[in-house]
């Protein structure tokens, strides 16, 4: 299992892997990152200095991704943990909670302090995943993330 930064040829896997997240779940596709045009080009986005994507595959073959981006309007200091979705089949083998980790890790080496996360309710091991790691529900949403914020974690 490897763990690397996002290149430019793993666009239209990952924009797969997300969708395929949201067609297993059955979440709201308007409004949200499977209909955000960033999703079919990760790499440009993630030229950010402030950001990273974390990609992990598996002989070659890419299994997710989870990153750190500086989402406008969140408080000084704080980053938002994105765009972090697995294949089915590599989760519940505790490569979801690797990429979180490094992608925390990151977020501490760019400077940040804090990390924030909006989900969806549809995506219920995600929630319970944070909620083990010790993020905290927040009652409102944070900077202005085009996402639906309806489970939010700081």
């Known amino acids: 299992m490897n763990i690397r930064k996002v290149k430019n040829t793993d666009n239209s896997c990952l924009a797969e892997i997300i969708r395929a997240a949201f067609h297993e779940s059955d979440a709201p596709k308007q409004g949200t990152v499977y209909s955000d045009p960033t999703t079919d080009d ?3 986005l993630f030229q950010n200095e402030k950001s990273i994507l974390w990609v992990a595959e598996n002989d070659g073959e890419i299994l997710g991704c989870c990153g ?14 994105v765009k972090f979705y697995l294949l089915a089949k590599a989760r519940g083998k505790g490569l979801g909670t690797r990429l979180m980790q490094k992608s925390i890790g ?9 990390i924030y996360i909006e989900t969806l309710p549809e995506f219920d091991n995600a929630v319970s995943m944070y ?16 996402g639906i914020p309806v ?4």
Request: proline share 7%; hydrophobic share 35%.
């Open 42 to 44: 990760l790499y440009e």
């Open 68 to 81: 750190i981006y500086p989402t406008e309007g969140l408080p000084k200091g704080c980053a938002e943990l």
């Open 106 to 114: 990151s977020a501490k080496e760019l400077g940040f302090a804090e």
């Open 131 to 146: 909620e083990r790691a010790g993020f905290e529900r927040l009652e409102k949403p944070l900077g202005n993330s085009r």
């Open 151 to 154: 489970v939010i974690f700081g």
